[in-house]
């Protein structure tokens, strides 16, 4: 099985580092962040609409987080999974 997969962003300040793999049946997701107590929830939200607009239903989605607002995120997580749909 040939497991696509992309990324998208930097680990800087600001920023936000997102890997996608696209795989599986379900929505995995792993957030590194020192505001996910804060923002935890918010992101995890962010990534279920992203998700849902594209239609995914299984992925690994890997979330560097350095402080990143909400709009960075969601267009991070796009364009990964963009790119990961190109890789097909």
Same mark, same amino acid.
């Given at each position: 099985?040939? *497991? =696509?997969?992309?990324?998208?962003?930097? +680990?800087? #300040?600001?920023?936000? &580092?997102? @890997? *996608? =793999?696209?795989?599986?049946?379900?929505? +995995?997701? #792993?957030?590194?962040? &020192?505001? @996910?107590?804060?923002?935890?929830?918010?992101?995890? +939200?962010?990534?279920?609409?992203?998700?849902?607009?594209?239609?995914?239903?299984?992925?690994?989605?890997?979330?560097?987080?350095?402080?990143?607002?909400?709009?960075?995120?969601?267009?991070?997580?796009?364009?990964?999974?963009?790119?990961?749909?190109?890789?097909?």
């Amino acid at each position: 099985m040939n *497991v =696509k997969s992309a990324t998208c962003g930097e +680990k800087k #300040k600001e920023d936000a &580092k997102i @890997t *996608v =793999k696209l795989t599986g049946t379900e929505i +995995k997701m #792993k957030l590194l962040s &020192k505001n @996910t107590d804060m923002f935890g929830i918010y992101i995890e +939200k962010a990534v279920k609409e992203v998700c849902e607009s594209y239609r995914i239903k299984g992925a690994e989605i890997l979330i560097e987080d350095e402080g990143a607002l909400d709009f960075a995120i969601r267009a991070r997580l796009a364009t990964a999974i963009e790119r990961a749909i190109e890789n097909e």
